[in-house]
């Protein structure tokens, strides 16, 4: 084979070019610490590369959302604290206005702490995050979601809606709760029925929150819920109190099965010992009845008192907290039965608080539970993210031992190369002609 000298110069050059530019992808792999520099250096395990790094790309976000989501949540818990604390206060003035021995003007006095409580419930409610966006609107979060309309009646003007933020592949969480359900669903009374008093009563009867003894037989289809307890005081010495209870619905006494009478009635009453609505021993109808409630009724009532019982309603704590500011800024008159109805007042805004404080309380059991679920998703998109980094240096990463001496080896061959071209370049026929 014959060669010229423009073959034997391109050759040469090969022979230096090509561990010269071995030497260079070695120097940026080391420079890089990468293995991998360029999807060329290995096909395979680029691709790899690129499917890991987006999935945990992915894996961040979903672990900044629970972060961000983690943060609104907490603002909303701070909240819902507060306004238990709030309500908590007022049943503690509750408690205050209960004393026998205030006059009016104490009474105006702690309808002025509560009527504060009230304003600042009502700011709770309406409270912000560190963006703008109101908690408790629902999905109109740039919406204020409660302005009272006339005193004690505050609108709510957000929705039902729950905002999600994504922090899992399949899993969505809620990151807020609609003010209406946390503020304005509560049921007043016990939940289930509200006992009061009659306004024209004359005596010192008082009526408590009551209990439901059975929950089916107060639900049944058939029971009416709706009921009047009534009273006749004898002119005996000493006098007896007794009572009936009647179906308002049809007007029938439920002890008798006949339309309501004068007194003396069936049941003698005992100042403190529960009313039970259902048929006792003693009482003169044959029929079983059963209303599954027990009343409770304290003080002496007397003939013609009534006490009406009706199924609980829902009321948010707003009115419930301004009904009591009203009650208090009117004060009592003089007389037994304004202060029994006084105090039966007090009775049921407590009961009704208590339903209050409940939902509350019931939406800060969810957020709590939703923060421990976001609390293991972070813990879970940290290891998710460990993984990754495992995966991406096992594919990507460069062994410096071998890279070096892989360099060495490179270096070796260019210097030898590069003396090979020297010498075989510089032979020429006229060197040996002499």
Do not use: C
Request: overall charge negative; aromatic content about 6%; hydrophobic content about 35%.
């Amino acid at each position: 084979m014959r060669l010229s000298t423009n073959m034997m110069y391109e050759l040469g050059m090969r022979g230096v070019q090509r561990p010269q530019t071995e030497q260079l992808q070695l120097q940026q792999q080391i420079s890089a610490g990468r293995r991998v520099v360029k999807p060329s250096d290995d096909p395979i395990a680029a691709a790899g590369i690129v499917g890991l790094n987006q999935a945990k790309s992915v894996n961040t976000q979903y672990g900044l959302n629970a972060e961000n989501a983690q943060s609104s949540l907490q603002l909303e818990v701070d909240a819902l604290g507060d306004a238990t604390r709030v309500l908590q206060d007022v049943k503690t003035l509750i408690v205050k206005a209960g004393n026998p021995g205030l006059q009016n003007q104490d009474r105006a006095s702690i309808a002025t702490e509560v009527e504060g409580l009230y304003n600042e419930l009502l700011g709770i409610a309406n409270r912000t995050d560190g963006n703008g966006q109101y908690l408790f609107s629902g999905f109109q979060a740039s919406t204020q979601p409660f302005a009272e309309t006339t005193p004690g009646v505050v609108a709510f003007s957000g929705d039902e809606g729950q905002r999600l933020v994504q922090i899992g592949p399949q899993r969505r969480i809620a990151v807020g709760d609609s003010g209406v359900e946390v503020f304005q669903r509560a049921r007043e009374g016990n939940g289930s029925f509200v006992p009061e008093p009659v306004p024209t009563n004359t005596g010192g009867g008082m009526v408590g929150p009551g209990i439901v003894r059975n929950a089916q037989a107060w639900n049944n289809p058939a029971n009416s819920r709706d009921y009047t307890i009534q009273f006749d005081v004898s002119g005996a010495t000493p006098p007896v109190t007794t009572y009936d209870i009647v179906d308002s619905t049809n007007n029938v006494s439920m002890l008798t099965g006949a339309a309501p009478a004068a007194g003396p009635y069936a049941r003698v009453y005992k100042p403190g010992v529960a009313i039970d609505l259902q048929r006792q021993a003693g009482d003169p109808i044959a029929t079983p009845f059963d209303a599954g409630i027990q009343v409770d009724i304290s003080g002496a009532p007397l003939s013609g008192d009534k006490f009406t019982v009706r199924p609980a309603d829902t009321k948010d704590v707003f009115s419930t907290v301004h009904d009591l500011v009203t009650r208090l800024k009117n004060g009592v008159a003089i007389g037994e039965a304004p202060k029994a109805i006084y105090q039966s007042g007090l009775n049921a805004t407590s009961a009704s608080l208590d339903r209050g404080l409940d939902q509350i309380l019931t939406t800060r059991s969810a957020v709590g539970i939703r923060m421990q679920e976001l609390d293991n998703v972070k813990l879970t998109t940290e290891d998710m993210n460990l993984h990754y980094e495992e995966d991406l240096s096992r594919l990507q990463d460069l062994d410096y031992a071998q890279a070096l001496s892989t360099l060495a080896q490179k270096q070796f061959s260019l210097e030898a190369a590069q003396k090979s071209f020297v010498t075989v370049t510089s032979l020429k026929l006229f060197d040996f002609l002499r």
